[in-house]
């Protein structure tokens, strides 16, 4: 089984200043990692993926996430908050080397960066 | 297409009634994958294809639930004898290759009254 955690329902950065969102995992082997983004009244966008090598990726936006195997976490960072990141972000996980496809997505993080 | 296309965009249902949402992958995208988004939750696992074979249906929540994608393109999601717990929006997503992010279409909100 597979599941994921983001244990923030709610982040609140102002302006100019580094944000994190954070997520943890559980699957049996190892795993691929995504973080989409869902803007009012949009679909889900694609921001990055993890799927091996360096732990840090970068994706779209100028967001990045760390893959960290001990702590079993993905948590979604980027340097310098704009208003305009503000948005539903979700963490998924799909287990490495199965052909199911299914991902696993949390509940989502509503992040707000205030002016 | 440029995106991934879902329709209709908002279906209103009566209990009991047989629906079906039709969703329009990227071209070339091999893999389609359907979910199901309750308010307030992330969106849940309903079924996988590869190109027209259905790999995975473990998340279709009954046998009311039906999903195919005859020719490996277009997919259409089919719920027979609607109920009320049925009401979500339905979200399509297709990639390029299984370890790819997803390209999700705009989805189809079912609301069944």
């Known amino acids: 089984a597979q599941s994921v955690a983001q244990p923030e329902d709610q982040v609140n950065v102002a302006e100019g200043n580094p944000l994190t969102v954070k997520c943890t995992y559980s699957?049996?082997?190892?795993?691929?990692l995504f973080w989409y983004v869902q803007y009012p009244n949009r679909g889900l966008q694609f921001l990055l993926k993890?799927?091996?090598?360096?732990?840090l990726v970068k994706g779209s936006y100028g967001f990045e996430a760390e893959f960290n195997k001990s702590q079993t976490s993905f948590h979604l960072k980027k340097p310098s908050a704009l208003v305009s990141d503000s948005a539903l972000y979700f963490c998924?996980?799909?287990?490495?080397?199965?052909?199911?496809?299914?991902?696993?997505f949390g509940d989502g993080t509503t992040l707000t960066v205030k002016p | 297409g440029a995106g991934v296309s879902q329709s209709p965009r908002y279906k209103v249902a009566k209990r009991g009634q047989d629906v079906a949402l039709r969703c329009d992958p990227i071209s070339g995208h091999v893999s389609l994958f359907w979910y199901q988004q309750a308010l307030g939750q992330g969106p849940e696992f309903l079924t996988y294809?590869?190109?027209?074979?259905?790999?995975?249906k473990s998340g279709l929540p009954s046998d009311r639930f039906f999903a195919e994608r005859p020719e490996g393109s277009v997919s259409t999601l089919k719920i027979q004898r609607t109920q009320q717990e049925d009401s979500a929006v339905y979200l399509c997503a297709s990639s390029l290759v299984i370890d790819g992010g997803y390209t999700f279409g705009s989805g189809t909100r079912l609301t069944v009254v």
């Open positions: 699957v049996s082997g190892n795993p691929y």
């Open positions: 998924a996980v799909r287990e490495y080397n199965t052909n199911a496809g299914k991902s696993t």
């Open positions: 294809f590869q190109n027209e074979a259905q790999l995975d």
């Open positions: 993890y799927i091996t090598g360096d732990n």
